[in-house]
T-cell receptor, first 112, second 114 residues
Framework: NAGVTQTPKFQVLKTGQSMTLQCAQDMNHNSMYWYRQDPGMGLRLIYYSASEGTTDKGEVPNGYNVSRLNKREFSLRLESAAPSQTSVYFC???????????FGAGTRLSVL | GESVGLHLPTLSVQEGDNSIINCAYSNSASDYFIWYKQESGKGPQFIIDIRSNMDKRQGQRVTVLLNKTVKHLSLQIAATQPGDSAVYFCARRESGAGSYQLTFGKGTKLSVIP
């Protein structure tokens, strides 16, 4: 039982490049989330998926897209990376929307 | 707007002493508050939560106090151990209108001195 697994752990992009951050959970949770964490800041919600087949914007969705591929997987895509998107990205899941969230180890992204 | 903030960015405590981490909030329409622990290189880990209709809740070596009058939340760690060294975040979960989003504070870094 690995919990929430994120790939890759580290990534460096050039401005304008695109990439997809992957997240998978093996806890049969219904809800999944993407957060970003900037230095000295708390986590901010980018997008969430309350249940399979639905996605909604969080606090800071601009510049990102998400896909709830199936119940296990929730990906985050940067279509044209910008230096302002340099951050640590965390995926989380919970049994249901509004319940305790379990976090992955994070993806550290640098955009040059 | 709404915010969840912390009084101190860093806290150093001698091993064995008690730690108190504080948090202030500005919105009263919250269903509950949560404390998370984040160790270096890892994601946040749930510690304890408290509903807004409670004043105190205890866990294993941790106690959370909620003072709604002054909109203040604290996390007390008893007999602090080196393994408690981490960044601690308070978070507020919204309630109402079908929204359950978490709003995180900026975090307090706890360092335990052996």
């Amino acid at each position: 039982n690995a919990g929430v697994t994120q790939t890759p752990k580290f990534q460096v992009l050039k401005t304008g490049q695109s990439m997809t951050l992957q997240c998978a959970q093996d806890m049969n949770h219904n809800s999944m989330y993407w957060y970003r964490q900037d230095p000295g800041m708390g986590l901010r919600l980018i997008y969430y998926s309350a249940s399979e087949g639905t996605t909604d914007k969080g606090e800071v969705p601009n510049g990102y897209n998400v896909s709830r591929l199936n119940k296990r997987e929730f990906s985050l895509r940067l279509e044209s990376a910008a230096p302002s998107q340099t951050s640590v990205y965390f995926c989380a899941s919970s049994e249901a929307w509004g319940q305790e969230e379990y976090f992955g180890a994070g993806t550290r992204l640098s955009v040059l | 707007g709404e915010s969840v903030g912390l009084h101190l960015p860093t806290l150093s405590v001698q091993e064995g002493d008690n730690s108190i981490i504080n948090c202030a909030y500005s919105n009263s329409a919250s269903d509950y508050f949560i404390w998370y622990k984040q160790e270096s290189g890892k994601g946040p880990q749930f510690i304890i939560d408290i509903r807004s209709n409670m004043d105190k809740r205890q866990g294993q070596r941790v106690t959370v106090l909620l003072n709604k009058t002054v909109k203040h939340l604290s996390l007390q760690i008893a007999a602090t151990q080196p393994g408690d060294s981490a960044v601690y975040f308070c978070a507020r979960r919204e309630s109402g209108a079908g929204s359950y989003q978490l709003t995180f504070g900026k975090g307090t870094k706890l360092s335990v001195i052996p």
